[in-house]
C-alpha cells in the first residue's frame, strides 16, 4: 500500500492509505527528465528488471580526520571527543551547483562501503549495492553518493578500538557515550570537509533512518529530503530489552574483561550471541519457516545431543561467528546503547513538536512483516509529519523478510525512491529557477 | 472471539470464529449442577469476580519411585532411564468412580506445586493458584487435581542434576535426552501409580500444553478431554533460534564446564541470559510498553555508561538472576531442546492424520497478543481436530499480556474451562449411565 498520506483524523482514517498496487500510483506521476545528467537520463522509471543496471564498479575507500582541538565535538553526554577519523565513500559527480548531493545512512553493523568493490577480484561488495548505482535508486549518473561509517563503529571511523592519542592505547570504555545525534554531528563536520552545503536528501534503513529522521531535525535548513526506512522516532522497550540482552551477553563474556582485550584474546562468544539474537529480530516468523522450516543440518533424524539439529541452528551459528571477524564487541556495546537512547520525543511534548521546524520532503518507508521497527511506529512519524503540513509519502510495503526487507526488498525501494527522488530534483530545481 | 469451531472450509471460514462476547455464548449453555460435590456444587457459572473463591490451602509435597529395573521407561531417543523419582501433588478428591481426575501440565521452568502453600506463612504460593482451588475453574470440590514435575526438571523429579544411582554423582550430560511424549510418559506411570485409568481431562499452557496434546495423542483411550493453551503442534523455526540462543548463553559460560559444574560454582549468568532471552519472547511489544515505556530506573537522566539505565534492563536483570536461585541450568537446556524437538507432525502426513485415532473433546485457548506461539498454530491445531471430527471449542482470547497471558488472564481462562469441564463431565457421567 502506498499513498501521500492525507491528514489522519483518527485509527481508521489509515485504511484510506492501503491502496493495493504502487505501479498504479507511481506510475501516474509526471516523468521527470534529466537531460544533462549521464545515460541514465530519462529511464528512471523504468523496471529494474527491465533494464540492464550499472554498477558503480572499482570505489575507493576514504578517510578524512576532523574535529581537531581546539574545535573538537561536543557530544550529547557531555563529553568533547576529537580528533575523529572518518571512513567514507563517495560516487557520482558534484553537479557545480552543488545541488544533487545524497547521505546514506548505515545501519547498527553497517559500514561506509555501500556499493561497488575495492578491486576487480574483489567478492566484498558494496551492502547496497543493488540500490546504488548507474540507473539505480540512487542514480550515480544523477546524484553524488555519500556514506560514512558512523562513530563509535569499528570500519575506519574513530570508536573504541582506535587509538586514543593521548595514551597510545585503545579507547576501550574510556570512549564517550554517543548518540544518533552524535553520528549525525559528525556527518555535518565531513559535509563540511566536502564542501557541500545542503543535502538533497538524507537515507537509511533501520539505524540509519534514525540518523535521516536526526539529520532533518538537527540541520532542518541543509536537508531537501529524508527517507527514513524500517525504523521508528524511538526505541521501545521490546527494543531495549534485546539490545540489553546482547549487551548482557557480551559482557559476561570472560574474554570481555571490561572491555580491555584489545592485546587478548576477543569477547567472540559473547558477540556472536548478542549478533544470534539480533538475527532474530532481523528476521521474520514466516522468514524463518520460509528459509529453514524444522529441516535438519546435515543429517536424517534429531542428534538427541546439544549440538546442531536444525538448520535455523547452524545459520544462526554461523552468522553470529562470521559477525565476530568483522565487528567489534565495544563497538556492538557503544552503538546499540545509541540506539536505546534514541528518543526523538525526549524533551518536547510530542513528536509532532519535535518536527515543529522541518522542512523536508519525505518518505517514509515501512515492512509488513517487521516486528523490530513495526508499521504502527512508521505510521507515528508519519502522522508527527502530517501535523506539520509537511510534504510525505508514505509506504508499507507487503514482504515476508521482516525487517531485513530493507536490505532485500530493493526492487519495490527502488521505484518508490528513484520517483521520490526526482520529484524532489525537480522541485529543487523549479525553485532556483524562480 | 469464542465458538464451536466451524469446519473450515478456507481461510477465510475462520472470520465466523471472531464473536465479540465470550459471555453471550457461555451463559447460554444450559447450566450443569453437581449436586453430591460439594460446596461450590452449582455455583460454576457465577463470575469468579462476584464470588469468593476458596484456596485448596495447605498441601502436601509428594513423591514417588517409578520405573525401577527390570521396568524402566524406554525413552524417544533409544535409552532407557530408571528409576524415575517424580514429585507431584493431588488436591480434591478421587470419587469412587474414580471419573473425576484432571492432570495439570506444567510449562518449562514449573513444578508440581500448583495451588496452595506448604505452611501458613508460606509465600510460595502454587503457581496457577488462582485456577485451582475450590469454586475455581479446576474445582477441587469436583475434580481430583494432579500435577507432577516433568522428567528432565530440577524441582523434584528426576534430571540432570539427580545423582545417576549407578555413579552416585549427579548425572550431568549423561542424563539421556527427553522429549515431551516422554514426560507423558513418565504421566502415565505416575496414574497407575494412582490406580487412575482415566482422566476427565489434561490441561495446560505453553509446555503444558504440548504434553496435553501429546497425552490425547499418546493415550487415545484413556484422556475424556483435553485443554491446551498457549501452545503449538510443533516449535516453529523461530521458537528454535531463541532456545539455541539461549542455550548458547549456558554453555558459553565458562562455570558450565561442560554440564559437570555441580560441585562448582553455577552457570548463572548464562542461564540468566537464557531466562532474559525467553522473557522478552513471553511479553508482548505492547505489554513492555505499557509496563516500562522508556521510563528511567531510579534515575533522573541517562546515565551514559553500561549500567541500567531504563526500568526494562532492570526487570530483566532481576528476572534472569531470580530464576538462577531455583533452576538448573543443564535442565534448562534438557528442556528447552524437547519443546524444540516437539513436532506432532513429524512421521504423519499432516497433523490431521496424527489426530486421526484421538477421542477427545478439546478446548484450545490462544491469546492474541502471543507471539510465540501465535493464535495462526492454535488454530493449525484446531483445523486438524475438527477434520476428524472432534468436538472442539476454540477461543481467542483478547489481551496484551502476550504468552504470558496464560498465567495472568485467569477470568477469562476461568469461564472457558469451567464450562467445558462441566460440559465434559455430565458427558461421561451420561454415557456411564446410558
Redesign the interface.
Known sequence: MVAHAPQPTDDRSWKTLEIQSILNILFTYPPVSFPNMGKGGGEYLMSTSDQQLGSVGIVEPKSVTLAHPPDPLRLV??RTLGPITVAYETYGTLTPEKDNAIFILHALSGNAHVAGKYANEDRNIGWWDSMVGPGKAFDTDKYFMICANVIGSCSGTTGPSSINPETGRPYA?SF??ITIEDMVQVHKRLMDHLGIERLLSVAGGSMGGMQALQFAVSYPDLVESAIPIATTA?????N???N??G???I????NWREGNYYDLESPN??L??AR??G??TY?S?ES??Q????RLQERLQ?G???DI??Q??SY??YK?ARFTERFDANSY?YIS?AL??F?LTEGVSSLAERFRDLKARFLVISFSSD?LY?TYQAKEIVKALKANGLHVVFCEINSAYGHDAFLLETEQESRLIRDFLAHTYTAVRNRRMT
Open positions: 553526554c557531555g570504555l564517550p557515550m524511538r526505541h521501545s522497550a521490546q531495549i530489552a534485546f540489553e540482552v549487551r548482557q551477553a559482557m559476561a563474556d570472560p562468544r559473547g556472536a550471541i544470534m539474537i538475527h532474530i528476521l516468523d524463518m519457516h528459509k529453514f522450516g524444522r534429531k538427541f545431543k546439544f539439529d536444525f535455523v541452528e544462526l551459528q553470529g556495546l546503547k536505546d537512547y528518543d516486528w513495526p
